[in-house]
């Protein structure tokens, strides 16, 4: 296994949690990264994405404002900082390594994919 989310959990709307992704150096360190996230019956949908070196980033546009995605190259591990979490947020956040140096909300240019972790946010 090469990529794996933690820090999933419940919590109460209006409330945070940040999640992580832990990668191994190779599919990490040169490569840019993406945070989706799937609901129950719903399409995936992007959330955010970070350049290698965290040079660029973009979001979502219903996360904007409430998460913050970084990295630490030197422990190979990829955050998303979720706060003001609503009900909508609920579903599972996976993480992906891109073919690139950048990130980007087209699924198909990453190559990597990682087991999801489960965010339930209660009303």
């Known amino acids: 296994v090469q990529l794996q989310a933690s820090g999933g959990g419940l919590v109460q709307a209006g409330g945070s949690l940040t999640l992580s992704c832990a990668a191994s150096r190779r599919t990490f360190t040169n490569n840019g990264m993406g945070w989706f996230r799937q609901a129950p019956g719903k399409e995936r949908e992007f959330v955010a994405a970070?350049?290698?070196?965290?040079?660029?980033?973009n979001y979502g546009d219903s996360v904007k404002g409430r998460f913050t995605v970084s990295r630490d190259n030197a422990k190979n591990t990829l955050y998303l900082q979720m706060s003001n979490l609503k009900p909508e947020d609920t579903a599972v956040y996976s993480c992906?390594?891109?073919?690139?140096?950048?990130?980007?909300?087209?699924?198909?240019?990453?190559?990597?994919w990682g087991l999801g972790t489960q965010v339930t946010v209660s009303s």
């Open positions: 970070i350049a290698w070196n965290g040079g660029y980033i």
């Open positions: 992906a390594a891109a073919r690139g140096s950048v990130g980007s909300a087209d699924p198909t240019y990453y190559r990597y």
